[in-house]
C-alpha cells in the first residue's frame, strides 16, 4: 500500500497541471462570468430583466433546463476528454522526454504497480474532477435557469448525471486508446496514433472502392464509440415542447446499451495491450 501511495504521489507531483486543466479552465469561465456581472452591474444594467423569458411554449421549461445541464456538461466532459489523452502521453512517455526511463523501471515495486498509478492518473482522476465540476456547474445553472424558466429543479440535475455517464464513459475509452498509442509512439504518440487510422481508413477506402467491398469504415465506428446522441422526435415542432420524459427514456437508453458495455470492454483491451507494450519496449 505503501509504495502505491508512494507511485500515486510521484505521478501526481509530475502530472498535475494536467489533471487540472479542466479545473482552470472552469474557473476562467467563472471569474470572466462575475467580471462581467460587476460591468454590468456599474453600468446600471436591469440583470433581472434578462432573465425573464417569456411566451415559451408549455413544457419547454422543463425541457430547457435539462438540455442546458446536459450541454454544459458535455462540454466540461470534452475538455476533460483532451485532458485525458494529453495525460497518457505524459504519464508514460515523460520519463522517456526527461531521460530517466530506466531510473523509474529500476524501483524494486512491481510494473503492474507503475503501469497501475499512471493509468489511475489518466483515466480515473480525471473522471472524478469532471464529475465535482459538472455537478457544480450544473447545480449553477439549474438554480439560474430556475429564474428564467419554471421547471423543475431535478430536470437539470437528470441532465448532468446523464451527460456525466455517457461522458466518463468516453473519456474512460479515448484515454485508454490515447493510453495505446503512447505504449507504441514515444513522441506525439496521440497524433501518430490519429495518423496511422488515418492510414487505415484510407486503405478501407481503397478497398472497397476498388474491389467492391464493403468494410465498415473505422472512424465511422470510433464516432460512435465516441458520441453520445439523444435522439428527439422529428415530429416535434419549433413551437412544440418535447416529451421530456421520453428524451430522458432515450438517454438512459443510450446509455445503458451494447454500445456502452462495448466501450468499457474496448477500454480494458487498450489498457492492457499499451501497459504489454509500455512494459516491452526499449527503455532509454
Known sequence: ???????????????????????????????????????????????????????????????????????????????????????????????????????HFSQPVSFLKIAGSKFLLVSLA?????????????VVITAVGRQMFSGEFHYGLTGWLQSFVGGS??????????????????????????????AIEVVIGVLNYTTGWRIPSLFEFLGRMVALKVEIDPSV???EAPDVQAVISRGWDTILSWTSALKLALSAVFTVAGAWLYKFRELS
Open 126 to 138: 480525471v473522471i472524478p474532477l469532471f464529475g465535482v465540476l459538472s455537478l457544480l456547474n450544473a
Open 237 to 239: 415542432g419549433v413551437l
Open 1 to 103: 500500500m505503501k509504495q502505491c501511495k508512494a507511485l500515486l504521489k510521484k505521478e501526481w507531483d509530475t502530472n498535475w497541471a494536467g489533471v487540472l486543466i479542466p479545473l482552470w479552465i472552469t474557473g476562467g469561465v467563472y471569474v470572466t462570468a462575475l467580471i462581467g456581472w460587476i460591468i454590468s452591474l456599474i453600468r446600471g444594467h436591469d440583470l433581472g430583466a434578462l432573465m425573464q423569458v417569456s411566451g415559451m411554449p408549455a413544457g419547454y421549461d422543463a425541457f430547457m433546463l435539462y438540455g442546458t445541464a446536459a450541454a454544459i456538461t458535455t462540454l466540461l466532459g470534452f475538455v476533460s476528454l483532451l485532458s485525458a489523452a494529453g495525460l497518457a502521453d505524459s504519464v508514460i512517455n515523460g520519463g522517456f522526454k526527461r531521460r530517466c526511463e530506466i531510473l
Open 169 to 198: 464513459l468516453t473519456i474512460l475509452f479515448v484515454g485508454s486508446l490515447a493510453w495505446l498509442f503512447a505504449g507504441v509512439f514515444k513522441r506525439k504518440s496521440f497524433l501518430m496514433g490519429l495518423l496511422v487510422l488515418l
